[in-house]
């Protein structure tokens, strides 16, 4: 691997590490969000699950 390959993998896995602090801050500080988010899908599953099931 090149010394410029490597540059540009760091290049992008700190780049993404920025632009998902910057996305994941307002979730963190914001805790209704966080707890809305967190039971969500576990009422779809609630929900919805059973219309899933093999007959």
């Avoid at 979730?27 to 988010?37: A, E, H, K, N, Q």
Wanted: proline share 7%; net charge positive; charged share 20%.
């Amino acid at each position: 691997m090149t010394v410029n390959a490597v540059r540009s993998r760091r290049n992008v896995f700190s780049d993404v590490l920025i632009v998902m602090t910057r996305e994941l801050r307002p979730v963190i500080t914001d805790p209704f969000s966080l707890v809305v988010g967190l039971i969500q899908p576990l009422v779809f599953l609630l929900l919805f699950g059973p219309s899933y099931r093999k007959t």
